[in-house]
């Protein structure tokens, strides 16, 4: 089983938004998500997967990557026990599978190497 399940991705018309979707699920499913640093990342066909966006356990700061910056938006909804990322104003280049990642740990949450938990993935397809 899966720690991390996302849900709300697929097909939009670029300028568009989806809001995605992270909950905990598996062997952390009794966790509460607000305990953990959480991010998004997201993998485009035929490149690396790369940062998108982060949120610190300890202050709730946010940390996003400059090809979002303004038009994502990462957040908790910590009664529902939930992470979001609210996407707007796409682009084709957005076109990924986005996965959610959460971390016990505080620092260099840009990296991969930060986090321990890791969802399934969801795609994302921007029309131009």
């Known amino acids: 089983q899966v720690p991390l399940v996302e849900s709300g991705g697929g097909l939009v018309q670029a300028g568009g938004s989806l809001r995605l979707s992270c909950a905990a699920s598996?062997?952390?499913?009794?966790?509460?998500?607000?305990?953990?640093?959480m991010a998004w990342f997201r993998q485009a066909p035929g490149k690396e997967r790369e940062f998108v966006a982060a949120i610190s356990r300890s202050d709730s700061s946010t940390y996003y990557a400059d090809s979002v910056k303004g038009r994502f938006a990462l957040s908790r909804d910590n009664a529902k026990n939930l992470v979001f990322l609210q996407m707007n104003s796409l682009k084709p280049e957005d076109t990924a599978v986005y996965y959610c990642?959460?971390?016990?740990?505080?620092?260099?949450?840009?990296?991969?190497?930060?986090?321990?938990?890791w969802g399934q993935g969801t795609q994302v397809t921007v029309s131009s």
């Open positions: 990642a959460a971390s016990y740990g505080l620092v260099r949450l840009a990296t991969e190497r930060a986090y321990d938990y």
């Open positions: 598996g062997r952390i499913a009794g966790a509460a998500l607000r305990t953990l640093s």
